[in-house]
C-alpha cells in the first residue's frame, strides 16, 4: 500500500494547543506570547527592499508565447512569479474565497469540531511549523487532502455538500495548472516528459497528489510586531497561491530583502517548493516566504500544495546532472521529505544535499 498525505505525520505528532487561541476580534493590544522579535525569527527585521528598485517577481501572461522561459527565469532568479491567463474561471476562484471567509468566521467552538490532531494531516489549526517557534503567528488555518467531506460535514452539519463540490472542481483544475507549470519550467532546461521516468509512465497526472492550506490572518492592532505565518519555504514540488485582494505574502531575495507580493485580481502566485529544487538540481531556488498582517483588513489566501505520489523517488534530473558532474541532492519521497521537515524544518533541504568529495 502507498502512504498516503494523511498517514505521513502518524509518527511526528505536534503538541500544539488549539483552543488556546485569543478572541483576535477584542484585542486592543498585542499579547506578549504574540509579540516578535529578531530573537524569534532570524529574519525578522530584515531590511525590506527599497521600495526605489521596485523589482519584483514577474506577473507572467501563460498566453504569451515565450512563457515557458519566463517561467524559467523567474523560477531560477526568484523561485516565484505571479500568472495571469491561466484559465481558472475567476468564479471558482471567488467561490473558493467565500468558502474560505464562510469556515473562518464560523465560532470558534465550531471549528474546533473540526480541529487537526496530534498525528493528523488534515483539520483546523495552527501551521504545522508553529512548533518550531518560541512566539504564536497571528493567523489560524485549515488544510485539507483527499474529500474534505468529513471535516465539512462537523462545521456545517447541513450545507457542506456544496462546498465539498467546489474543493473538488478547484482541486481538478490546480492539478492541470501544476502540471502544465511544471512541463513549461522544465521544458525551458531542456527537460521533457521522457527525462523523467515517474512522470512519463502515467501522464494522466496520476503520479501527482495534493493538499490545501487555507490561511486567515485577522485584523491586527500591532501589526508591525505580529507574525501571520513566519518565513518557511514549501515542501513541495509548486505550490499556487490564490490571496484575496489584501497584502501580507513576502517573498525573500538575499540582495533584496523581503520583497511585498502586491495581490493582482485574478491572478495567482506560484511558488517553487524544496522538491523542485531538488528536481532541477539547484536550478530553481525554493522561495523563501512569510505573511504579514495588518490593521485594517483581514486577509486570506487558499495555497494548493501540490507534489508526487508519496512513495515516488525524487532525485535531480540526470541531463541537469550531467553539465555539473554529480547529483547535488540525494533521492528522496516526499513522505521522507514531509518528515524531514517536521523534525529538522528549514534545515531539512541540506539535509538531503549530497556533499562533495574534497
Ligand atoms: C503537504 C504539506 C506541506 C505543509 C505540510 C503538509 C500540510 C500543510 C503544509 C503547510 C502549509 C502552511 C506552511 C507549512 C510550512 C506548514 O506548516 O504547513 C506547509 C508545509 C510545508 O510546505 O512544509
Ligand atoms: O498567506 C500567504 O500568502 C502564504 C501562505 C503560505 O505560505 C502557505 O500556506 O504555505
Ligand atoms: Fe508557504
Redesign the pocket.
Known amino acids: 500500500m502507498p502512504t498516503m498525505?494523511t498517514d505521513v505525520f502518524r509518527g511526528h505528532p505536534i503538541h500544539l494547543p488549539h483552543s488556546h487561541q485569543p478572541d483576535f476580534t477584542s484585542l486592543r493590544e498585542l499579547p506578549d506570547s504574540y509579540t516578535w522579535t529578531p530573537k524569534d525569527d532570524l529574519l525578522f527585521a530584515a531590511a525590506p527592499s527599497p521600495p526605489a528598485t521596485g523589482e519584483n517577481i514577474p506577473l507572467i501572461d501563460l498566453n504569451h508565447p515565450d512563457a515557458a522561459n519566463q517561467i524559467g527565469g523567474a523560477c531560477r532568479t526568484w523561485g516565484a512569479f505571479q500568472i495571469a491567463n491561466h484559465g481558472v474561471p475567476l468564479e471558482l476562484l471567488q467561490g473558493i474565497e467565500f468558502l474560505t471567509g464562510s469556515l473562518f468566521r464560523l465560532p470558534v467552538q465550531r471549528k474546533l469540531k473540526a480541529a487537526r490532531s496530534e498525528t493528523g494531516?488534515s483539520g483546523y489549526g495552527v501551521?504545522?511549523?508553529s512548533s518550531f517557534f518560541n512566539k504564536q503567528m497571528w493567523s489560524e488555518?485549515f488544510?485539507i487532502t483527499g474529500s474534505p467531506l468529513n471535516d465539512f460535514r462537523k462545521l456545517w452539519p447541513q450545507h457542506h455538500q456544496n462546498f465539498c463540490d467546489l474543493v473538488e472542481e478547484y482541486e481538478e483544475q490546480m492539478q492541470k495548472l501544476a502540471s502544465k507549470l511544471m512541463w513549461l519550467a522544465l521544458n525551458s532546461l531542456g527537460v521533457s516528459e521522457e527525462d523523467i521516468e515517474w512522470a512519463s509512465v502515467n501522464s494522466d497526472l496520476n503520479w501527482a497528489q495534493s493538499?490545501f492550506?487555507l490561511n486567515h490572518y485577522p485584523v491586527c492592532p500591532e501589526p508591525d510586531r505580529a507574525m501571520g505565518?513566519a518565513a518557511?519555504t514549501?515542501?513541495?514540488l509548486l505550490t499556487i497561491l490564490y490571496q484575496n485582494n489584501t497584502a501580507g505574502l513576502q517573498v525573500f531575495r538575499d540582495d533584496l530583502g523581503w520583497v511585498t507580493v502586491p495581490p493582482v485580481p485574478g491572478s495567482l502566485v506560484v511558488n517553487v517548493?524544496d522538491l523542485f529544487q531538488i528536481l532541477s538540481n539547484g536550478l530553481f531556488k525554493s522561495v523563501l516566504h512569510r505573511a504579514r498582517v495588518n490593521q485594517t483588513r483581514s486577509r486570506l489566501s487558499v495555497?494548493f500544495?501540490w507534489?508526487p505520489q508519496s512513495d515516488t523517488k525524487i532525485s535531480p534530473v540526470p541531463k541537469l546532472v550531467s553539465p555539473v558532474g554529480s547529483p547535488l541532492y540525494r533521492s528522496v519521497t516526499w513522505t521522507e521529505y514531509?518528515q524531514t521537515?517536521a523534525t529538522h524544518f528549514n534545515k531539512a533541504l541540506s539535509m538531503i544535499k549530497n556533499h562533495r568529495e574534497e
Do not use: E, Y
Open positions: 498525505l494531516f501551521a504545522r511549523i488555518g488544510t493538499a492550506q505565518l518557511h514549501d515542501s513541495t517548493g495555497a500544495l507534489g514531509l521537515k
